[in-house]
């Protein structure tokens, strides 16, 4: 197994260009998440997706979209990029349930906005 | 809602002192508790976890007990190495409270010198 994959791994933006960061893992995992990683912030969740079709947003979903039409995969699109967007993303899956169930998180991408 | 925190660092140690990192958290429902290392350059690992309260998590030589009356999860090692040095990330997971993915305490630097 790959696990969760990430692409790319870097990338630079200009302020208002679009882009779609990439995430896939091979577990079969029903939940799938992206959070952002900002100094002293720790991470925070941007959005979130229980299967197939249904997503829902986390604590800092403004100026992201997500959509989840497999199970491996889990985009997560900048309309507009923003300097704000500067950022660590990570995305993470793991199998529904209690709650106690581990996430598995990808490499991550690093995002800088100019 | 739902917080973590954690002694912020950098928490620099000499090779085989002892460590503490403290975690509390603040949780509407009965969360899950999660210690996730995150190394130079890398994705965060699942360090430990503890479900449900008196619950040891344990790996690698960290433990962590899950205690309820202090609303505690602290992180302690026996005598920590020179590899040990990362970022350490309390989190919880409270599916109860009606919230999902993890919340994140904002990170703990350890440096570990020869």
């Known amino acids: 197994n790959a696990g969760v994959t990430q692409t790319p791994k870097f990338q630079v933006l200009k302020t208002g260009q679009s882009m779609t960061l990439q995430c896939a893992q091979d577990m079969n995992h029903e939940y799938m998440s992206w959070y952002r990683q900002d100094p002293g912030m720790g991470l925070r969740l941007i959005h979130y997706s229980v299967g197939a079709g249904i997503t829902d947003q986390g604590e800092v979903p403004n100026g992201y979209n997500v959509s989840r039409s497999t199970t491996e995969d889990f985009p997560l699109r900048l309309l507009s990029a923003a300097p704000s967007q500067t950022s660590v993303y990570f995305c993470?899956?793991?199998?529904?349930?209690?709650?106690?169930?581990?996430?598995?998180f990808g490499p991550g991408t690093r995002l800088l906005v100019l | 809602g739902d917080s973590v925190t954690q002694m912020e660092g950098p928490v620099t140690l000499s090779e085989e002192a002892f460590l503490t990192i403290n975690c509390t958290y603040t949780?509407?429902?009965?969360?899950?508790l999660f210690w996730y290392v995150q190394y130079p350059g890398e994705g965060l690992q699942l360090l430990l976890k503890?479900?449900?309260?008196?619950d040891k998590g344990s790996n690698k030589g960290f433990e962590a007990t899950y205690r309820k009356e202090t609303t505690s999860f602290h992180l302690e090692k026996g005598s920590v190495q020179v590899s040990d040095s990362a970022v350490y990330f309390c989190a919880l997971s409270d599916r109860g409270g009606g919230a999902d993915g993890l919340t994140f305490g904002k990170g703990t630097h350890l440096i570990i010198q020869p």
């Open positions: 993470a899956s793991r199998l529904s349930g209690s709650g106690g169930e581990t996430q598995y």
């Open positions: 949780a509407t429902g009965y969360p899950s």
């Open positions: 503890a479900t449900k309260a008196d």
